[in-house]
Nanobody, 128 residues
Framework: DVQLQAFGGGLVRAGGSLRLSCAASGFTFDDYAIGWFRQAPGKERERVSCINSSDGSTYYADSVKGRFTISTDNAKNTVYLEMNSLKPEDTAVYYC?????????????????????WGQGTLVTVSS
């Protein structure tokens, strides 16, 4: 069975840090780009960051550039999202998802419509 398990959410004060982990199983990790999306209450799900480990390319939403860093440990089939200088507007449920690298080019890296697998979310709450 395909699984994407997200961990690491929690409650943090503004300016603080959290690291999210996404552990993948049930598919060939190297054939997929892995990314993070988030959905705040009453808002649409939006892309945050993705990484294509086959060529090292990354995507960051403008709202998180310079504060979030995505990385991958291919030996562990795990992708991390290091989140620093957190703001209350970062509060959301964070989901990890997988996009086949074969379709990158037809769709952008981190295109929400290109994600084939989704994990359960992990809640990040940033207090002011």
């Amino acid at each position: 069975d395909v699984q994407l398990q997200a961990f690491g959410g929690g409650l943090v004060r503004a300016g603080g840090s959290l690291r999210l982990s996404c552990a993948a199983s049930g598919f060939t990790f190297d054939d997929y780009a892995i990314g993070w999306f988030r959905q705040a209450p009453g808002k649409e799900r939006e892309r945050v960051s993705c990484i294509n480990s086959s060529d090292g390319s990354t995507y960051y939403a403008d709202s998180v550039k310079g504060r979030f860093t995505i990385s991958t440990d291919n030996a562990k089939n795990t992708v991390y999202l290091e989140m620093n200088s957190l703001k209350p507007e970062d509060t959301a449920v964070y989901y990890c998802a997988a996009q086949p690298t074969l379709i990158i080019g037809l769709l952008r890296l981190c295109d929400i419509y290109g994600m084939h697998y989704w994990g359960q979310g992990t809640l990040v709450t940033v207090s002011s």
